[in-house]
């Protein structure tokens, strides 16, 4: 037994009325036919419509889990001893300080940054003013990050008021988990 099909089509003439009849009877809707009659056109459209909203199928879950690692070396710089740093950076992550020194694996960067926050630095507190997380592959994600320093004395009798750090953090996905693999930080002068 046939089913009955209306015809809603808008065709006009009777032969584009057929037409639609035909591609409706046997299962091939308007797109199709044209995907079939346009191939090129129609990869191109296809193609363009995946890659517009593309994000290398990170959800907002990654996202946040990416602000999670900022968040965790923040809370060790402001603490100084960073006691959780094994669970939030890979063993060869690289610290860039606001001078150019280059630090290579954690151990070395821990050798430098702990005396620093616990001394020096010890009671200087970061706060995040902005951040925006982009994905460059469904395992890399960049974070910039605008901090706020609380004020400091560096070396004796320079005073460090209202500083505020633009801080790029390289965070990666091993294992399912993001972590931190290089960080640099810059202070940013006003103008």
Same mark, same amino acid.
């Given at each position: 037994? /046939?089913? /009955?099909?209306?015809?809603?089509?808008?065709? &006009?003439?009777?032969?584009?009325?057929?037409?639609?009849?035909?591609?409706?009877?046997?299962? #091939?809707?308007?797109?199709?036919?044209?995907?079939? &009659?346009?191939?090129?056109?129609?990869? $191109?459209?296809?193609? +363009?419509? %995946? $890659?517009?909203?593309?994000?290398?199928?990170?959800?907002?879950?990654?996202? *946040?889990?990416?602000?999670?690692?900022?968040?965790?070396?923040?809370?060790?710089?402001?603490?100084?001893?960073?006691?959780?740093?094994?669970?939030? &950076?890979?063993?060869?992550?690289? @610290? %860039?300080?606001?001078?150019?020194?280059?630090?290579?694996?954690?151990?070395? #960067?821990?050798?430098?940054?702990?005396?620093?926050? !616990?001394? =020096?630095?010890?009671?200087?507190?970061?706060?995040?003013?902005?951040?925006?997380?982009?994905?460059?592959?469904?395992?890399?994600?960049?974070?910039?990050?605008? @901090?706020?320093?609380?004020?400091?004395?560096?070396? +004796?009798?320079?005073?460090?008021?209202?500083?505020? @750090?633009?801080?790029?953090?390289?965070?990666?996905?091993? !294992?399912? /988990?993001? $972590?931190? %693999?290089?960080? *640099?930080? &810059? =202070?940013? #002068? +006003?103008?």
């Amino acid at each position: 037994m /046939k089913n /009955k099909v209306t015809l809603t089509t808008g065709a &006009t003439s009777a032969m584009y009325k057929a037409t639609a009849l035909v591609y409706i009877k046997n299962g #091939v809707t308007g797109l199709e036919h044209f995907c079939k &009659t346009n191939r090129r056109v129609c990869l $191109l459209i296809f193609l +363009a419509i %995946i $890659l517009s909203n593309t994000s290398f199928g990170q959800s907002s879950k990654d996202e *946040q889990l990416v602000k999670n690692v900022v968040l965790a070396y923040q809370d060790d710089y402001n603490d100084g001893a960073f006691k959780n740093v094994e669970s939030y &950076t890979t063993k060869n992550w690289e @610290h %860039i300080n606001p001078i150019g020194g280059i630090t290579k694996g954690r151990d070395e #960067v821990m050798k430098e940054l702990r005396p620093l926050c !616990q001394t =020096i630095l010890k009671g200087v507190t970061l706060t995040v003013e902005s951040m925006t997380v982009r994905f460059l592959s469904p395992t890399v994600a960049i974070a910039n990050v605008v @901090h706020k320093c609380s004020d400091y004395e560096f070396p +004796a009798g320079v005073k460090h008021q209202n500083e505020r @750090h633009m801080k790029t953090y390289i965070i990666v996905k091993k !294992q399912n /988990k993001w $972590l931190l %693999i290089l960080d *640099q930080n &810059t =202070i940013i #002068v +006003a103008h």
